[in-house]
């Protein structure tokens, strides 16, 4: 039996024709329901800005949950280091539309 004490939260934010979501604290095994409940809440036709900036840890239970909606996400940094090597080191980086911030990711859902 495992005991986490980690911290990790979401939250939605209505944008013009798409929904912020803000992301911080600790994802894993343990945590990573709270994003993938944001996932399903929001519904599939939905495009999300996924605001990783905030985000102290991630380990590949993110990674996964980012891969099953990545037609509909935009990822706003700038990206925590260790998750972006993640990226890196799996070759998966270029699966992934990234912006250096909210503003930038929030832009390429306009016009």
Do not use: N, W, Y
């Amino acid at each position: 039996m495992s005991s986490c004490s980690c911290q990790a939260e979401a939250e939605c934010v209505p944008g013009d024709g798409h929904t912020l979501v803000r992301l911080s604290g600790e994802f894993d095994a343990d945590t990573v329901h709270v994003f993938r409940e944001v996932l399903e809440a929001t519904g599939e036709a939905t495009d999300l800005v996924v605001d990783l900036s905030s985000v102290t840890f991630a380990d590949t239970s993110l990674l996964h949950a980012l891969l099953d909606a990545r037609k509909r996400v935009v990822l706003a940094g700038p990206l925590p280091r260790q998750f972006h090597r993640i990226l890196d080191l799996t070759g998966l980086v270029q699966l992934f539309a990234a912006a250096s911030d909210v503003d930038a990711a929030s832009r390429s859902f306009s016009g």
